[in-house]
């Protein structure tokens, strides 16, 4: 039994990346490499499962950014140590085998974690609650090396995005703007859905933010809960969020960014059932 999955592409070797907690090995944070063998039939083979670190994880965690600047995939998770990186590629594109860095540490932090890789500035972005400080919603930036190292460094100041959230913030990269999209839950505004265009400086990694806008007024639906994506569609030139609602209903959210500045779109009520499980 797995939790907290988080799933990324390799676009040079056309493989599929997993990383969950293992639930049938002490909870260990782990990666599993794939690719399509059969694409009419749907059908996916895997390599063997690899344990990154020997600790359990916890809390959720959202993101196996791939950096196409060195070709390396960056899984960042969770345990009682704080938040954690591991940086990885693909050994063998027959066996699905990887090659990977040393466990590094992000933050102390041990709450929701999400990340994003920003091809304009060639960083990772990641994004959580900071429980260090009132669990804070924050965004930090950093450089991945690749090589013989396969480690990350230089991370950049932490831009306070929320002065708390309940939730793992959803993140995208919005190529048309050229600025990574987060999307949270605002604590002090009844917890609506909100969205923010973040820029990264790669002169220092740090990161400057756009203003924050309300993505619904409707009173009805009006909390972003457990589970969801959020997608950028580089031909519309739109992102896509989709969420559990405030009553386990499945929602969407469209909003577009314009030199950093967001524009609300339609508010859907996709269906009034859904369970967060089925989501994420």
């Known amino acids: 039994q797995t939790y907290y999955q988080s799933a990324g592409f390799d676009p040079d070797n056309n493989k599929i990346g ?4 293992d639930a049938g090995n002490s909870n260990y944070p782990t990666i599993v490499v794939g690719a399509i ?24 965690f959202r993101g196996m950014a791939y950096d196409t600047s060195v070709d390396r995939v960056v899984f960042v998770y969770t345990t ?9 590629a693909v050994n063998n594109t027959s066996t699905h085998t990887i090659t990977k860095g040393d466990v ?8 929701h974690v999400g990340s994003v890789f920003d091809s304009n500035a060639n960083r990772v972005l990641v994004s959580y609650l900071d429980s260090d400080d009132s669990n804070k919603l924050i965004a930090q930036a950093f450089t991945v090396r690749g090589g013989t190292d396969n480690d990350i460094q230089s991370a950049g100041a932490k831009l306070f995005i929320s002065a708390t959230s309940s939730d793992p913030p959803l993140l995208c990269f919005d190529s048309n703007d050229n600025k990574v999209m987060i999307m949270y839950r605002e604590s002090t505004d009844s917890y609506y859905p ?15 933010g756009g203003t924050a806008v309300r993505l619904t007024n409707d009173n009805a639906i009006s909390t972003a ?20 609602g405030s009553s386990s209903q499945f929602e969407a959210w469209l909003f577009t960014s314009a030199s950093g500045s967001i524009t609300a779109g339609q508010h859907i009520l996709i269906n009034d059932t859904t369970d967060a499980t089925t989501m994420g």
């Open 18 to 21: 997993v990383g969950y907690r």
């Open 37 to 60: 063998t059969d694409a009419a039939a749907g059908d996916l083979a895997f390599g063997t499962p690899v344990v990154v670190e020997s600790a359990s994880s916890t809390q959720d």
């Open 80 to 88: 009682s140590s704080g938040i954690r990186a591991v940086v990885w």
């Open 104 to 111: 590094q540490s992000v933050d102390n932090s041990s709450k």
């Open 194 to 208: 909100y969205a923010r265009a973040l820029t990264i400086d790669a002169s220092d990694n740090s990161i400057a």
């Open 225 to 244: 809960g457990n589970g969801g994506f959020l997608l950028h569609d580089p031909v519309k030139n739109i992102n896509i969020a989709s969420h559990q």
